[in-house]
């Protein structure tokens, strides 16, 4: 089964500065024949379900500030918050879904310093 | 407005069983793949079950296979998951979850429920 870990667990982020999450999954999650890295990233805000930020390692879900953004290649990716919002807190996941399990980060808790 | 809402949680003793229902609406439930997702209390993501379309295919995680069944019914548009033997370990939000596309691998999930929550206690 592939494991996604991430770091770090928590950051804290002023307010309009640069927020950078990582995920290093323990194998390539990227398919040679289609060329695409199955990784998505979500975000959760307490008493609410995950809400899907990213796919494709890059693809930005509808609807989503262009603040998020995702990179990354084979085993090692990255969700980043250019400017970090006070409506950004939140804990967010990375999951790959290059095969079965599908299997989550731990998840990043990012707060407001 | 496409929207997913589950139903049956409660508190069940150890051994016990429960059913989980998902109501599917705004959508055509019988074009995508269905997943349980459960979230223990103030823990990560996990996936717990998936399946086809069709209803022909199912995978679960290894923690579950043997106790928990996944299942839907494609004319009322509901997914369901029939757990047994339950033990304090799943307690959890269950969420069920839409795929949001699905290509040589497996899928993002697109829409979620709110959850419903299963407490294994005595």
């Known amino acids: 089964d592939i494991v996604m870990t991430q770091s770090p667990d928590s950051l804290a982020v002023s307010l309009g500065e640069r927020a950078t999450i990582n995920c290093k999954s323990s194998?390539?999650?990227?398919?040679?024949?289609?060329?695409?890295?199955?990784v998505a990233w979500y975000q959760q805000k307490p008493g609410q379900p995950p809400k899907l930020l990213i796919y494709?390692?890059?693809t930005r879900e509808s609807g989503v500030p262009d603040r998020f953004s995702g990179s990354g290649s084979g085993t090692d990716f990255t969700l980043t918050i250019s400017s970090l919002q006070a409506e950004d807190v939140a804990v967010y996941y990375c999951?790959?879904?290059?095969?079965?399990?599908?299997?989550f980060g731990q998840g990043t808790k990012v707060g407001v310093k | 407005e496409e929207q997913l809402v589950e139903s049956g949680g409660g508190l069940v003793q150890p051994g016990g069983s429960l059913r989980l229902s998902c109501a599917a609406s705004?959508?055509?439930?019988?074009?995508?793949?269905m997943s349980w997702v459960r979230q223990a209390p103030g823990k990560g993501l996990e996936w717990v079950a998936n399946?086809?379309?069709?209803?022909?295919?199912?995978y679960y995680v290894d923690s579950v296979k043997g106790r928990f069944t996944i299942s839907r019914d494609n004319a009322k548009n509901s997914l369901f998951l029939q757990m047994n033997s339950l033990s304090a370990e799943d307690t959890a939000v269950y969420y069920c979850?839409?795929?949001?596309?699905?290509?040589?691998?497996?899928?993002?999930?697109?829409?979620w429920g709110q959850g419903t929550l299963v407490t294994v206690s005595s």
């Open positions: 979850a839409r795929d949001g596309g699905r290509s040589i691998g497996g899928s993002w999930y697109i829409l």
């Open positions: 705004g959508f055509t439930f019988s074009n995508y793949y």
């Open positions: 399946i086809k379309k069709d209803g022909s295919e199912k």
């Open positions: 194998q390539s999650v990227l398919y040679s024949s289609d060329n695409k890295n199955y």
């Open positions: 494709w390692a890059s």
């Open positions: 999951q790959q879904y290059y095969n079965t399990p599908p299997a």
